[in-house]
């Protein structure tokens, strides 16, 4: 497990904190990754994190980029890993652009 980062859990928002739709969607995400509370399911772990990624949240971005890097619920793909990778880390991701320097 060398990428996976999950976002924070809340966002402050109107003076209070609250949490986030990306960060909820985030964190199913890693619950199928990691089989916490639900069966661990690779496959519906990459669909949402492909959903995620590609309504432009870089969390999403940076965690299907290691997907394809690593293979999880998806072939290995080196050229859709860095794909993810540059995506997140334009968005400023630290992860994303050490996914990069990795590959």
Known sequence: MRGW??????????????????SAQINLCLMYMWGRGVSRDDKKAFSLFEQAAQRGIAGAQ????????EGRGVEEDDKKAAEWYRKAAAQGVPAAQQGLERM
């Open 5 to 22: 980062i999950p976002l924070p859990r809340f966002a402050f928002a109107k003076g209070r904190w609250v949490e986030s739709k990306a």
């Open 62 to 69: 940076v965690n299907l980029g290691v997907m394809y890097d």
